[in-house]
């Protein structure tokens, strides 16, 4: 195996692969934060990976925006004491990057509680996490797509033997990992997946499906939704759907939204200008116009990530959170998801045009319109696509369905179940956006956002049973990524750090049921938890 970089911009893209085997010990699907930890944690072990990245490039959302992380974020609690093992490396590294090393390590030792040591740029993160896996003999394929076909898997009873690329290659493995968001591995190998949100009696839960009430980011000022104002018969206006909100704690395929974690600055020697998009529609933000009318206080950018940039999330009731656009993208073909990505790119980059610009913002918010011109894409970022991350945040598709199913049970108080099995700890309360926009009462109104105060919740043991499939299903699968949860209990598990925890303890079990010549499902958890303990990760909390 041949591995050539091209340095570019600040920017470290893998240019050629040469592969010098179709074969590998382990196979991961997906270069998500899971991912390639899953892949440095299998050679570390002493077997050979194949890591196999759908795009362009590693890092998933971690190098694609997202770039302050949920570590230390919270005034409520303290949840880097989870982070252990590859995921705390990663970090270390990052640190090493900004000088920042000796006060990190400082914080580590006496638990000091400091947000601003663990945010990055997405190009730093994604020269770490290259120079990282050059230090191991890990085959990488980027832009290597599963064929959409029923030959993608091949199996031999229960066992994964190989998989076919869209390029016609075959890639056979011992242990197979899906690390992707999308959970496309696990389907192509008929393993059980949901999309949406389960009945709150599925599974007896409280927090699931339907929301009767939101009150978490909802709007703060009443806007009508109509295109006349007043009138249902004229229709609704864009970023609002049809339909009545449904039965309170009903199931319903919707999910919650997507958007682009944008990577700002306003320096002026760094600054791409926003500009209109071609298919701009300034009707798209007539919600938008309406809201400042009615005393609406929109997002602004601000720094949050080294030198001067923005990670701009959306967490407001009205921003780029993009609520309803999604639906189609979790279980669609790559067509879909590639007509699902440009619409948001399209939308997001005509709003930000539109703040910057329009004539209706500068007399209804003359100083918000100010902030917004003063920023821009920064310049050496995403180079190769225009200053836009090349994927948006997908907070959450498939996930898979095992016998074993983490619910709000395992994390709301007062009496949680127990987890005789942890691989890691979520540290994150049970939290997902809105899933769409719709009319109550005659006014615009998002429905579905959870985030559980302080007190209501623990932070959750990650159940091993939780990363594997039925037996019946598949025997040599894992993924760190789309555990089996309910809806609610993956937003407590959903962060980039705890996916590199889980891509580490995923890792660590397939090189244990290969040494073992066992199923993923027999491996012995004494041995596992030993050797995950010894590789530094956490599987129980400090007092």
Known sequence: MKLRYLFAAGLCLLSVITLAQSSYDVVVYGGSPGGFTAAIQAAKMGKTVALIEPSAHIGGILVNGLGVTDIDSQPAFQNSVAVGGLALEFYRRIASVYGRREAFEVALQRRIKNHDLWPHEPHVGEKVILDWLAAYKIALLINSRLVESPQAVTKKGTRITRIKL??????????????????????????????????????????????????????????????????????????????????????????????????????????????????????????????????????????????????????????????????????????????????????????????????????????????????????????????????????????????YVITEHHILKPNPTPVEDPVGVAFWPPDVHSVRRIVKDGYAYNEGFIFEPAGSWRPLPV??????????????????????????????????????????????????????????????????????????QVLALPE
């Open 166 to 403: 869209e390029d016609g290659k075959t890639i056979s493995g011992k242990m197979f990992i899906d690390a992707t968001y999308e959970g496309d591995l696990l389907a192509a190998a008929g393993v059980a997946t949901v999309i949406g949100r389960e009945a709150n009696a599925q599974y007896g839960e409280t927090l699931n499906g339907i929301r009767g009430v939101t009150t978490h980011a909802q709007f703060q000022v009443k806007v009508d939704p109509y295109v006349i104002p007043g009138d249902p018969e004229s229709g609704l206006i864009p970023a609002i759907q049809k339909g009545e909100i449904g039965t309170p704690g009903a199931a319903d395929k919707h999910l919650q939204a997507y958007c682009f974690r944008a990577c700002l600055s306003r320096d002026p020697d760094n600054r791409i200008p926003f500009k209109q998009p071609a298919d701009y529609d300034r009707k798209n933000y007539e919600i938008y116009v309406r809201y400042l009318k009615a005393g609406g206080h929109l997002l602004r950018p601000w720094a949050s990530v080294p030198n001067g940039k923005s990670d701009l999330g959306a967490w407001h009731d009205l921003s780029h959170n993009l609520y309803g656009m999604n639906v189609d993208y979790p279980g669609g073909n790559y067509a879909t998801r590639k007509r699902v990505y440009n619409e948001h790119r399209s939308f997001t980059e005509g709003l930000f045009y539109f703040l910057a610009n329009d004539t209706a913002v500068a007399k209804l918010a003359p100083e918000l319109q100010q902030e917004w011109a003063a920023w821009g894409l920064a310049k050496d970022e995403f180079t190769d696509n225009e200053g836009w991350p090349h994927m948006f945040y997908i907070r959450d598709a498939r996930r898979m369905v095992s016998d």
């Open 463 to 536: 159940s091993y049973r939780a990363l594997v499939p039925r037996k019946t299903e598949c025997t040599n699968l894992l993924t760190p990524t789309c555990p089996s949860s309910s809806h609610i209990a993956y937003g407590a598990i959903r962060l980039e750090w705890t996916f590199m925890v889980l891509g580490q303890s995923t890792a660590t079990a397939a090189v244990l049921a290969i040494d073992g010549k066992k199923d993923v499902q027999q491996v012995d958890y004494s041995i596992l938890s030993k050797r995950l303990l010894k590789d530094a």
